[in-house]
């Protein structure tokens, strides 16, 4: 029978109410997921707080969330943020519609731009849920969307971008095949040489990754700089729009 004290339950009363083994309220503790009770001498309280958060642990793990993930949620929720700063890890995330539909609201009620997203692989849709497969892509488009640029111009130039980075990703694929893959192959593919062939291919990701960013950059400092050049330059030299009244005092002079 399930011990409770007006909205207060001990930990045998809480789990009955919750359907949790205690058990299991002691694991969530000590992962961090449940706050801890409060004493009154000898005896720990939990509250409908606590209840609350079980029913809505086993609510989260219905739902497709393992265990490690609500810890982030909760953790977010605890110190005042939001399920979109968790999608900065370039990590895996599973969703549900609803909350997918509660972070990206545009994208969520078009069903064109989540198929569009889908063949990016930005997302995979299942039954309920949604697996965000590298959310970076959608957290960089609601953030540009957010400054006031149409969705679906950022999805087009998200298709764009793919495209240029999958010939940059040849082009790299090339330098290792070329210069190091078929020089070994070459020499008889000696098996003591392929930890090093390995480890260069390894290596070349994150150089090739820092190398487009750093020559991004500085094309986009490029363009800006032209651009704002440009427009400084428009309005210094304003085009004379009428030019009667001057001719007319040129006439009295």
Do not use: C
Request: charged share 25%; glycine share 8%; hydrophobic share 45%.
């Amino acid at each position: 029978m399930a011990v409770q004290v007006g909205e207060r339950f001990t930990i045998d009363g809480l789990s009955e109410a919750a359907g949790v083994k205690v058990s299991t309220i002691r694991m969530y503790q000590h992962r961090g997921l449940l706050p801890g009770p409060e004493i009154e001498g000898r005896v720990g309280y939990y509250g409908q707080t606590h209840l609350q958060r079980l029913r809505l642990i086993a609510r989260l793990q219905d739902e497709g969330y393992s265990l490690a993930a609500i810890g982030r949620l909760v953790h977010a929720w605890e110190t005042g943020r939001g399920l979109i700063d968790l999608l900065a890890s370039g990590e895996p995330v599973t969703v549900s519609r609803t909350e997918f539909g509660s972070l990206f609201p545009a994208i969520a009620a078009n069903e064109e731009l989540l198929q569009r997203l889908e063949a990016l692989g930005a997302l995979s849709q299942r039954d309920n849920h949604l697996e965000l497969a590298d959310d970076r892509l959608l957290r960089i488009g609601t953030a540009l969307a957010d400054t006031g640029i149409d969705l679906t111009a950022v999805i087009t130039e998200a298709e764009h971008t793919a495209q240029v980075t999958d010939d940059l990703a040849d082009r790299f694929v090339r330098l290792f095949k070329e210069h190091l893959w078929e020089p070994y192959v070459e020499s008889g593919l000696p098996a003591e040489q392929l930890p090093t062939i390995i480890e260069q291919l390894n290596q070349i990701q994150p150089l090739a990754i820092e190398a487009v960013a750093a020559s991004m950059r500085n094309s986009l400092i490029r363009a800006s700089e032209q651009a704002m050049r440009a427009a400084v330059e428009g309005f210094a030299n304003p085009a004379v729009v009428d030019s009667g009244p001057s001719d007319r005092v040129s006439d009295l002079e």
